[in-house]
């Protein structure tokens, strides 16, 4: 199965750390890449920018990918239904992009044109934190799959 993060912006050092490992980790389950597109830092107004980061997501995009844009108000799942999407697109046999827009979000269109919008819950997030929730989920997701103990509270 292939996995990707694409994301708007570089993450700070941080952040970087704990994606990295996060990443490390799923190695054993799946194909994971990460790739991020850069911000649009002097766009005329924020939804100019946000037009024009959509357009460089949408370049980064596999082909026949299930588009899964990181939405608020979008749908939260717990990590246990998370897994069982993850088995359900493994068997889809289609490549999952989880997108996750920058500081002023994603583009209506980049929104209306995913397959999917997925909330981590109603509070706001820094978008570099999200980044590490999900990698995060994906690798606890793996665990409730595989029946090991991360997901538990053990390990990990």
Do not use: N
Not at 122 to 146: F, G
């Amino acid at each position: 199965m292939e996995l990707l993060l694409l994301a708007v912006g570089r993450l700070r050092p941080y952040y970087r750390a704990a994606c990295d490992d996060y990443l490390k980790r799923l190695t054993r389950y799946a194909t994971v890449r990460e790739h991020e597109v850069r911000e649009s830092g002097r766009a005329a107004t924020p939804a100019v920018g946000r037009r024009e980061e959509a357009e460089r997501l949408r370049d980064a995009l596999p082909d026949r990918a299930v588009v899964v844009a990181l939405h608020r108000g979008g749908q939260a799942w717990t990590s246990e239904e998370l897994a069982r999407r993850l088995d359900r697109w493994r068997e889809g046999g289609r490549p999952v992009a989880v997108v996750i827009g920058g500081a002023g979000g994603l583009s209506d269109d980049f929104l209306a044109a995913a397959a999917i919008r997925w909330s981590l819950g109603p509070m706001t997030l820094p978008h570099e934190l999200a980044r590490v929730v999900v990698l995060e989920q994906w690798y606890r997701a793996w665990t409730i799959l595989r029946g090991e103990p991360y997901h538990k509270g053990r390990g990990g």
